[in-house]
């Protein structure tokens, strides 16, 4: 199957070649011939299976003809539950529409100012992404025009029941005309899920995707807290010595740095090669080649690099440099565990990465253990100032009594109040 079956845009075929797709996915397959056909859509489909494609393309395609409707109010509306999702999916709709005239997107989220959102409002605009906390506010002063409105989608949605946006979302679908396409992606369908369907859903159909690997069960998710990049060095020359690790891919966040990680660790006898984005094709085969025929054991490589790297006796990510966009671990991790198999992500942190490691956490729903080597111990110390399940845990690395501490996002000095914060580890 491939995009142009699916009788899209040419611009947005065009714009879905510019960013490297080459078929659909299996969701996609699924569900967008079934969105254009104007159904109602009740879609399980995670994070990572290329659902956020599924509705941006169908909501461009109806974008692609005018209105039948005068006004200025947005055609298309996506809720989400968080702002990070919000922006992700804006950023979606500014990839794949990048090739359409006149194409006016707004986002309006929580914790934001408001005059910005205000004068947003007053422009006419074709999608509306938002978070439905800030929306009510902005419809209860009048300032939404949903007289146009064609679509309304409602994104992860058992994370915005989850957030007691429930009522909020009711309202939100309520000031909208009866007449629009809905379309619900959620992780689950039953429950809660499948009432609200029952509510603001017309005879929807009924596509689910099972995808354990894209929630990344299959991957046992670890952190080290570090103190610097001396410590990130004696940490991995100490975790690439055990022989329970088949291969590895160590990311890094820059070209250069993965140039002179590849090389620091091949002086060190490590089995090392880099791959990034300066090197040309032939000698990126050429690397790839040496992961597949198992003479490369660590590959040093940049995120743009790995992508769609699909080496099946990848046993262990590890991510020297943690990502800048939460999306990134996702894609990172998923280059192990491949085809079923087991495998493990280990993340080093340090404590300027501690905003983008909660980014992370929230991204994927779910704090990461923290993890010790005896004798390796962060001088700094972390604590947590939120832990998800309200409780501590302890389990060490490779039978290692490492202490775990599930979110711990803030560090504090030896000397100063970790103890305070209760959850502290050393
Ligand atoms: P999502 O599940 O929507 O969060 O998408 C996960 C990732 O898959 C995003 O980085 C998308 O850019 C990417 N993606 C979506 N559709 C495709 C496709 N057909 N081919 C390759 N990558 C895709």
């Given at each position: 199957m491939s995009f142009e079956s699916l009788n899209l845009n040419p611009a947005i075929l065009q714009a879905l070649t510019t960013a490297g797709y080459e078929q659909p996915t299996p969701v996609q397959v699924k569900a967008i011939p079934e969105a254009r056909a104007g159904h109602d859509l009740m879609v399980s489909a995670p994070t990572g299976t290329g659902k956020t494609?599924?509705?941006?393309?169908?909501?461009?395609?109806?974008?692609?003809?005018?209105?039948?409707?005068?006004?200025?109010?947005?055609?298309?509306?996506?809720?989400?539950?968080?702002?990070?999702?919000?922006?992700?999916?804006?950023?979606?709709?500014?990839?794949?529409?990048?090739?359409?005239?006149?194409?006016?997107?707004?986002?309006?989220?929580?914790?934001?100012?408001?005059?910005?959102?205000?004068?947003?409002?007053?422009?006419?605009?074709?999608?509306?992404?938002?978070?439905?906390?800030?929306?009510?506010?902005?419809?209860?002063?009048?300032?939404?025009?949903?007289?146009?409105?064609?679509?309304?989608?409602?994104?992860?949605?058992?994370?915005?029941?989850?957030?007691?946006?429930?009522?909020?979302?009711?309202?939100?679908?309520?000031?909208?005309?009866?007449?629009?396409?809905?379309?619900?992606?959620?992780?689950?369908?039953?429950?809660?899920?499948?009432?609200?369907?029952?509510?603001?859903?017309?005879?929807?159909?009924?596509?689910?995707?099972?995808?354990?690997?894209?929630?990344?069960?299959?991957?046992?998710?670890?952190?080290?807290?570090?103190?610097?990049?001396?410590?990130?060095?004696?940490?991995?020359?100490?975790?690439?010595?055990?022989?329970?690790?088949?291969?590895?891919?160590?990311?890094?966040?820059?070209?250069?740095?993965?140039?002179?990680?590849?090389?620091?660790?091949?002086?060190?006898?490590?089995?090392?090669?880099?791959?990034?984005?300066?090197?040309?094709?032939?000698?990126?085969?050429?690397?790839?080649?040496?992961?597949?025929?198992?003479?490369?054991?660590?590959?040093?490589a940049t995120d743009v690099a790995a992508r769609g790297i699909d080496v099946l006796s990848i046993t262990h990510v590890i991510n020297y440099d943690l990502p800048k966009v939460a999306e990134d671990y996702v894609h990172r991790i998923g280059r192990t565990g491949r085809a079923g198999a087991m495998g493990i992500a280990i993340s080093f942190a340090t404590p300027e990465d501690a905003r983008q490691l909660k980014q992370i956490e929230r991204f994927t729903g779910r704090g990461i253990e923290a993890h010790v080597v005896p004798g390796m111990e962060p001088k700094l110390r972390a604590r947590s100032d939120f832990s998800r399940d309200g409780r501590g845990s302890s389990r060490g690395q490779n039978g290692n009594q490492g202490r775990v501490n599930g979110a711990a996002t803030r560090w504090s000095s030896r000397r100063d109040g970790g103890r305070k914060a209760g959850r502290v580890f050393s």
């Open positions: 494609a599924v509705f941006v393309l169908t909501a461009l395609q109806r974008l692609a003809q005018p209105s039948a409707k005068s006004g200025r109010g947005p055609r298309v509306l996506v809720l989400t539950p968080t702002r990070e999702l919000a922006l992700q999916v804006t950023s979606a709709v500014d990839k794949y529409c990048r090739f359409m005239r006149h194409m006016r997107t707004g986002t309006v989220l929580g914790g934001m100012p408001y005059p910005k959102q205000r004068r947003l409002l007053e422009q006419p605009l074709d999608i509306l992404v938002a978070t439905p906390g800030r929306l009510i506010d902005f419809i209860d002063q009048g300032r939404v025009d949903f007289s146009r409105l064609e679509m309304l989608v409602l994104d992860e949605a058992d994370r915005m029941l989850d957030m007691g946006f429930i009522e909020p979302v009711k309202r939100i679908a309520g000031a909208t005309p009866a007449a629009r396409q809905t379309l619900l992606f959620s992780a689950t369908l039953d429950g809660g899920i499948a009432k609200l369907a029952q509510q603001l859903l017309r005879e929807p159909r009924l596509i689910q995707i099972a995808a354990p690997r894209a929630r990344h069960e299959n991957i046992e998710q670890r952190l080290h807290y570090v103190d610097d990049g001396g410590h990130k060095r004696r940490l991995l020359d100490h975790l690439l010595r055990d022989t329970g690790l088949g291969q590895a891919i160590v990311f890094t966040a820059t070209k250069r740095g993965a140039d002179r990680l590849a090389e620091a660790l091949f002086d060190d006898g490590h089995e090392a090669a880099a791959l990034h984005g300066n090197m040309n094709q032939n000698q990126r085969n050429r690397t790839l080649a040496r992961v597949r025929n198992g003479s490369v054991r660590v590959l040093v």
